[in-house]
């Protein structure tokens, strides 16, 4: 049986209960209002981050004014030397043999044009074989091709690795923010969401520029990867409509 000092202690804690629950919020009140008010916006947040976390930032950011300058740079050249190889293509197409379309220009400054033209001059004694020529040739044009997609495709390969690691660098930088929030969490005693909210949400917004910057890496990435499969198989097209003229001239007798 309960004696009735057990029934006194009992009353003395209801008594004194309800003011101790209704401290505790009053406190953690006081706390916050202590604080000084927190900004944050995005920039507010970096401002008040730890180093680690603007540093990771900083890099971020540096990452995507890299993918949007490659994304300049490489667009302007895909759009000239596609264009470019566009004419050659329809110069050599339109020619009846190579030396018709070697008085194009512009088709005349096509490295498969010169490469043809160098072939022919170097195989002058033995244009009878007329199939070991055309196999020479095709192999000079075979590495001119993975020459030129080599050469389109160069620059890109930032844009892949930005992709690949930038939500990764993000992610550091946002336990590296938490794991100090959680430090501080403790050295103040307090679980207030007014006290951890700040740190926690500067901690996330490593992530948000990681993923600011890795999204359109690896979308330009794609684009251009599909732009220069288009560019060589155009350059694949020239290189097949020279070799018919090659193939023509050599059945005709003709010399280049």
């Known amino acids: ?19 101790l629950l209704l401290a505790a919020p009053a406190r953690a009140g006081e706390a916050s209002a202590l604080l000084p008010p927190h900004d944050l916006s995005p920039w507010g947040m970096f401002l008040a981050a730890d180093m680690v976390v603007k540093a990771v930032i900083v890099g971020l950011m540096l990452a995507s004014i890299a993918t949007w300058t490659v994304l300049l740079a490489k667009s302007l050249e895909l759009r000239s030397r596609t264009a470019a190889q566009k004419r050659v293509f329809e110069a050599v197409d339109a020619a009846r043999t190579l030396a018709d379309a070697a008085s194009d220009d512009e088709a005349a400054a096509s490295p498969l044009i010169r490469a043809a033209l160098a072939e022919l001059e170097l195989s002058s004694d033995a244009l009878s074989d007329a199939e070991g020529v055309k196999e020479r040739i095709a192999s000079r044009f075979n590495r001119i091709e993975a020459a030129l997609g080599r050469r389109m495709i160069r620059g890109t390969g930032v844009l892949a690795t930005i992709g690949a690691t930038a939500p990764f660098v993000g992610l550091f930088g946002t336990v590296w923010g938490i794991m100090n929030s959680f430090i501080g969490i403790a050295a103040a005693q307090t679980t207030n969401l007014a006290v951890v909210a700040p740190g926690i949400a500067e901690a996330l917004l490593a992530t948000a520029v990681g993923l600011v910057a890795a999204i359109p890496a690896v979308v330009i990435y794609n684009h251009f990867a599909r732009r220069t499969a288009a560019y060589r198989a155009l350059v694949g097209d020239t290189s097949a409509a020279v070799l018919r003229l090659v193939s023509r001239d050599l059945s005709r007798g003709v010399r280049g």
């Open 1 to 19: 049986m309960i004696s009735s000092f057990h029934f006194r202690v009992l009353r003395v804690l209801a008594a004194f209960t309800p003011p």
